[in-house]
């Protein structure tokens, strides 16, 4: 656990157990947040921190694959083994994590309190978050729970990390 100076901004929730990814099987570590911090993600600015994006369970993990098969032609049960996105567990230790789940949290975090949704409910962008993921690494924050845009609608604010 990192050492921190008092968090002001941010409601957090303990959190830590096992988590899931949803890995390419190529990747050399699929638990490296190296990719993320060249391209960014929704948290996080290209060429910012590294981050690693997990899922709560196999459940999760897999309405996050579906969607990004959505639109496309085939599925992941299309494709061959060797290439289809692989799972990798993983433990997180126990710790504080800013908090976007709740309505407190989300409105402490400055989101909306529909997050993942935002006004008119489209999904609340990258750019809005980024500087959300920022301000919570730099108060020291290990990582944020929060809903996932691409979870089913039933449970978009169910509480797991993506």
Do not use: K, Q
């Amino acid at each position: 656990m990192r050492r921190r100076d008092i968090v002001d901004r941010f409601l957090t929730v303990v959190r830590g157990g096992e988590y899931v990814r949803v890995a390419d099987p190529g990747w050399r570590d699929p638990l490296s947040g190296d990719f993320a911090r060249r391209l960014g993600g929704r948290w996080n600015p290209p060429g910012g921190f590294a981050v690693v994006y997990l899922n709560g369970d196999a459940r999760v993990a897999r309405a996050n694959v579906l969607a990004r098969f959505s639109g496309l032609p085939y599925g992941p049960e299309d494709l061959e083994p060797a290439a289809a996105p692989v799972l990798v567990s993983t433990d997180v230790e126990p710790d504080d994590f800013a908090d976007v789940v709740s309505d407190a949290g989300c409105v402490a975090a400055g989101l909306p309190v529909t997050y993942p949704a935002g006004s008119g409910g489209r999904t609340v962008p990258h750019e809005e978050c980024r500087p959300i993921g920022r301000a919570a690494w730099d108060e020291g924050l290990p990582g944020r729970r929060g809903g996932s845009p691409r979870a089913p609608p039933s449970c978009r604010r169910c509480p797991w990390d993506t």
